[in-house]
């Protein structure tokens, strides 16, 4: 089977380095790309670290197609259309990778200057434009945070597409409320220094669901803000009609019937779990 070497995470530092895996392309099959890496990897896997501060980086550059980024507010149905766009095995979905998390933290906690972060962005993508298996085109289904860094991906890819999935504040935090990740744990962070950085300095929250609706909002109003680019906005869950007539043609992307009914079919499953289960099933 053969492997290539892609980013599993980016070390948090004022000069950041990405570890590197040998992985097949089996990696990319699974809800969420992190959660995918230990079940795929070999008892004897490799690892090389790229260092992002260096002049020169050792990574080979990709030949697939960067066709989109998906930012959202979390919890609006993020992974089900990253899912169904992976019907297609000519599509790739890189699902909320560590490699660029850990990138824009260290952004956080060391002010890296913005020249150094763009190129540390296009390392790191590049890596995973690397050819593999079937996939043709890419395309990054981000944490939905990043969207506080959409400034970011604009300068460093200003023609390709890129959409924001809505959904309503309040029923975005009463699902954040019984389960969440990710922004939801900065809250009983010891130190505010993330909510600060992303709400500013002078909000203040009273309380849990507070907090989120403070941070949901935030995540509508940076999408709001970044004007410029192929900026499509769609909601949850109006937008899974539109998956054919105007998600799809935003990527220029062309599915075959058989990849579209295959893109529906995936509706019918839980779309976070490894496994694939049925809605019907989940409560069983």
């Not at 990778?97 to 962005?121: C, D, Q, R």
């Not at 699902?175 to 809250?187: A, Q, T």
């Not at 993330?194 to 909000?203: A, C, D, I, P, S």
């Amino acid at each position: 089977m053969k492997k290539l070497y892609f980013p599993i995470y980016t070390q948090v530092s004022e000069k950041p380095i990405v570890i590197t895996e040998k992985l097949p392309s089996k990696v990319f099959d699974y809800p969420f790309f992190n959660d995918a890496v230990p079940l795929v990897r070999s008892m004897n896997s490799n690892r090389k670290k790229i260092d992002l501060s260096a002049e020169s980086n050792s990574v080979n550059v990709g030949s697939l197609k960067l066709k989109g980024f998906i930012f959202h507010t979390s919890h609006c149905g993020s992974t089900l259309l990253a899912n169904m766009l992976g019907a297609s095995k000519k599509t790739r979905i890189v699902s909320e990778t560590e490699a660029i998390n850990g990138l824009l933290i260290s952004k956080v906690f060391y002010n890296l200057e913005e020249t150094m972060l763009l190129k540390s962005l296009k390392t790191i993508i590049d890596a995973y434009l690397q050819s593999l298996g079937e996939a043709e085109q890419l395309i990054f289904k981000l944490s939905s945070w990043n969207v506080f860094f959409i400034n970011l991906f604009q300068k460093a890819y200003p023609e390709v597409p890129w959409i924001f999935i809505d959904r309503k504040t309040e029923e975005v935090v009463q699902s954040l409320s019984k389960s969440g990740l990710g922004f939801v744990e900065w809250f009983y962070h010891p130190t505010p220094i993330l909510q600060k950085y992303f709400l500013g300095e002078n909000v203040q929250t009273e309380s849990f669901e507070d907090y989120l609706s403070a941070m949901v909002e935030a995540h509508k109003n940076g999408a709001e803000k970044a004007r410029s680019g192929k900026k499509l906005v769609v909601s949850y869950p109006s937008f899974l009609n539109e998956f054919e007539n105007k998600i799809l043609p935003h990527f220029s992307l062309k599915y075959s019937k058989i990849e579209l009914l295959a893109a529906q079919e995936i509706k019918k499953y839980d779309a976070k779990s490894i496994s694939k289960t049925r809605y019907s099933n989940l409560s069983s």
